[in-house]
C-alpha cells in the first residue's frame, strides 16, 4: 500500500482520511455498480506532473506552448480509446459523465430540440433530462419505458409511437439502472425513421463493452458514444465520447472545447490512456465475462433465497432488488442493513415507483468492483448468502454483528489492486 509520506508530513487529517478510506475500502465488500478499483499503474499517473500543465486545444492544436508530452498522451488516449470501441474518432476530454453528455447535447442539438431517453424510474440517468438538471431549461426530454417490468422488455412500439409524435433530434440509449440489454438495431432504426441522431450513454457498460461482453451500439450503426471512464472501464474518473464520423467528431471537439471545458485535466487524460491500454490486453475480456457470469449467478441466488428482482434477473453487470416485495422492509433501510454487515450498495427507486425517491423501494447491486478483487462464483454465492442472512437476522444485532465479522474475515482474502 502506498505510504504517501509528504501528505502525512504536511496535512494529518487528510491523510487520516485517506488511510481510513483505505481500510474501509479493504474491509468492505463494494457492490455499488457504479464503481470500481483502478490499478496501481491508473493510479499512479492521476498523481503524476501532468496535473501541472494546461493544454487548452487537442494534440499538434494547442494555445500554448511546451506540449510534446501532452499530445503524446493525449493521441495514445484517443488511439487507444477509438481501437478499443471500434471508433472513427474519440474525445477523451471531458472532466467527468455528465459534462460529457452535457457537451453531446449541444453538439447535435439546437436550444429547444426533444431528446428522447428512458424514462428514470425505468433505468435511466439523471442527465438524460430529470427536472432537477438545469439541461431540461434548454432541451425537451420524452421518455420510453418497459412494458413489463417482470422481464424488462422494452416497449419499442410506443418508442416509434413517441418518436413520431415528438419528432425527436435525438434518441438516446443507455441507463444506470437496468439490469437488460437493449436492441440497438431497432432503436437506431426508429431514429432514422424519425431522423434523429442515435446516441448510446454507456457509462455503466463501457467496460462490458470493451470486453466484449455486451453489445457494441456501434455495431447497429449508432452516431454517437458517450461514457464514464471510471465504472466497469476501470479507469480513471473521467468523460469519453466517441463517434464514428470524422464530421460529427469535428463538432464534438468543438462542443468540448471551447464550447464547454476550459483546459483538460491532462493526468487524467493520461490514465485514462493507461486504462485503455489494459482494456485492449486479453485478460481484460476475461474480466468482462466474468462481471456478467458474477451477476447472473448473485442474481440467481437471490431467487433461490425468495427475493424479487426487477427484470427478473440481469444480462449484464447490475441487479434490482424490489426490497418491499421481497422482504417487507424499504431499499433505504435494506442498504442501511447491509452496511452495517460491511457490504455497501444503494438504494435505488424501481419501475414506476409508489415509494419516494429518498427511501425507495429496491436496491441496486453490481459485481465490478467485487471481479476485480478476484470474487468468482463461489464468492458470489457467499456474499448472497451473508445479505440473505442479515435480512432473516435483521431484528437480533449481535447476529448481525456476528454477521460482519464474518464479511470482514471474507474480504481479507481479496486484497484490492496495487
Ligand atoms: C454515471 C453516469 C453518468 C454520469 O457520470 P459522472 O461521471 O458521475 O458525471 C452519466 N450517464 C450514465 C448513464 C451514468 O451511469
Avoid at 10 to 20: M, T
Wanted: one cysteine or more; a neutral charge.
Amino acid at each position: 500500500m502506498p505510504i504517501y509520506d509528504a501528505l502525512k508530513q504536511s496535512d494529518p487529517a487528510i491523510h487520516a482520511a485517506v488511510a481510513g478510506e483505505m481500510q474501509r475500502q479493504r474491509e468492505g465488500v463494494e457492490l455499488i455498480p457504479s464503481e470500481n478499483y483502478i490499478s496501481a499503474a491508473v493510479m499512479e499517473t492521476m498523481g503524476s506532473v501532468f496535473n501541472n500543465k494546461y493544454s487548452e486545444g487537442y494534440p499538434g492544436r494547442r494555445y500554448y506552448g511546451g506540449q510534446t508530452y501532452a499530445d503524446q498522451v493525449e493521441s495514445l488516449a484517443i488511439e487507444r480509446a477509438t481501437r478499443l470501441f471500434g471508433a472513427g474518432h474519440a474525445n477523451v476530454q471531458p472532466h467527468a459523465g455528465a459534462p460529457a453528455n452535457v457537451a453531446v447535447y449541444f453538439a447535435l442539438l439546437q436550444p429547444g430540440d426533444t431528446v428522447l431517453g428512458m424514462d428514470l424510474s425505468h433505468g435511466g440517468h439523471l442527465t438524460h433530462g430529470h427536472p432537477v438538471t438545469y439541461i431540461t431549461r434548454i432541451f425537451n426530454f420524452v421518455r420510453y419505458k418497459m412494458k413489463d417490468a417482470t422481464t424488462g422488455a422494452i416497449d419499442y412500439d410506443e418508442m416509434r409511437a413517441v418518436a413520431k409524435r415528438e419528432k425527436p433530434k435525438m434518441i438516446l440509449a443507455g441507463f444506470s439502472a437496468y439490469p437488460r440489454e437493449l436492441d440497438y438495431a431497432k432503436m437506431k432504426s426508429i431514429a432514422e425513421e424519425v431522423g434523429a441522431y442515435a446516441v448510446a450513454d454507456m457509462a455503466h457498460i463501457a467496460g462490458l463493452i470493451a470486453g466484449k461482453a455486451a453489445r457494441n451500439p456501434f455495431d447497429d450503426n449508432f452516431d454517437v458514444m458517450v461514457t464514464t471512464t471510471h465504472k466497469s472501464l476501470r479507469g480513471p474518473r473521467g468523460g469519453l465520447i466517441l463517434c464514428r464520423d470524422a464530421d460529427l467528431g469535428k463538432r464534438i471537439d468543438k462542443s468540448v472545447f471551447p464550447g464547454f471545458q476550459g483546459g483538460p485535466i491532462m493526468q487524467m487524460v493520461a490514465a485514462k490512456a493507461v486504462a485503455f491500454g489494459e482494456a485492449l490486453r486479453p485478460e481484460f475480456a476475461d474480466y468482462a465475462r466474468q462481471i456478467v457470469i458474477n451477476a447472473k449467478r448473485l442474481a440467481a441466488r437471490f431467487l433461490d433465497g425468495g427475493a424479487t428482482l426487477i427484470t427478473g434477473g440481469t444480462d449484464n453487470h447490475l441487479l434490482l432488488i424490489d426490497c418491499v416485495q421481497s422482504w417487507g422492509i424499504s431499499g433505504g433501510e435494506a442498504e442501511e442493513l447491509f452496511d452495517r454487515i460491511g457490504i455497501t450498495l444503494n438504494k435505488n427507486v424501481i419501475a414506476d415507483d409508489p415509494r419516494k425517491p429518498m427511501d425507495p423501494s429496491g436496491i441496486r447491486l453490481g459485481t465490478p468492483a467485487v471481479t476485480t478483487r478476484g470474487m468468482g462464483e463461489v464468492e458470489m454465492d457467499a456474499l448472497a448468502d451473508f445479505m440473505l442472512a442479515a435480512v432473516a437476522k435483521r431484528g437480533d444485532a449481535a447476529a448481525v454483528e456476528a454477521l460482519h465479522r464474518e464479511v470482514k474475515a471474507f474480504c481479507m482474502k481479496y486484497p484490492l489492486p496495487g
